[in-house]
């Protein structure tokens, strides 16, 4: 079955640190490639994707993420966090490449700290 | 700005209850979604649409059912409510266009008692 592994469940840093957050998934075919942000008592929020070209992709609020065929990883940094910053994110996978049905990793916990 | 909205924010049901959860849109997408999210399982899919009366049973349809009468609006029902449904339920539609991102209400909090 097709998978996304968010390698970490949560994630600590201090405020103006860099952070990463790690993706892998699972699958043989093409993919489109999502990461998504919830704050506390709120729907999720897109903050970028992957469809094509540039493997680099950049997003709201300061975020990039870098797509890596060969390692089927697309995982999410930002140079300098802020406290703002604090909420969950999800890594999502269109898993058929158009299908438009997502599947979903289990969320990693960021929380900057001051 | 596409916009989704969910019913109710907080709901809290007896087991054994008919329950009902709506989800509406206000623009003329086809693809809808309804998700359970659980602390450590992340989001699972339970049944979406593509059309009206179109349904389709995603990752854990058990103990659900769904209804599509109109374009705009995809309600998730649960026949008769139990405790391990308890949960955070997230509607959510894709955009038009070859966007393929899914575009997410604020999600309804549901407690079974």
């Known amino acids: 079955a097709q998978s996304v592994t968010q390698l970490d469940s949560q994630v600590p840093v201090f405020e103006e640190a860099p952070v990463e957050l790690r993706c892998n998934y699972s699958s043989s075919v093409s993919v489109y490639l999502f990461w998504y942000v919830q704050y506390p008592n709120q729907g999720l929020q897109l903050l970028l994707k992957y469809l094509s070209g540039s493997t680099l992709v950049k997003g709201i609020n300061g975020f990039e993420a870098e797509f890596n065929k060969s390692q089927t990883s697309f995982h999410l940094r930002k140079p300098s966090v802020h406290i703002s910053d604090t909420a969950e994110y999800f890594c999502?996978?269109?898993?058929?490449?158009?299908?438009?049905?997502?599947?979903f990793g289990k969320g990693t916990k960021l929380t900057v700290n001051p | 700005d596409v916009k989704v909205t969910q019913s109710s924010r907080y709901l809290v049901k007896r087991t054994g209850e008919k329950v009902f959860l709506e989800c509406v849109q206000d623009m003329d997408h086809e693809n809808m979604f309804w998700y359970r999210q659980d602390p450590g399982l992340g989001l699972r899919l339970i049944y979406f649409s593509y059309d009206v009366k179109m349904k389709e049973k995603g990752d854990i349809p058990e103990g659900y059912s769904v209804s599509r009468e109109k374009k705009e609006r995809f309600s998730l029902i649960l026949e008769s409510a139990s405790t391990n449904q308890t949960s955070m339920y997230l509607c959510a539609i894709t955009g038009t266009g070859g966007q393929y991102e899914q575009y997410f209400g604020p999600g309804t909090r549901l407690t079974v008692t």
């Open positions: 999502a996978v269109d898993i058929q490449g158009g299908s438009e049905k997502l599947v």
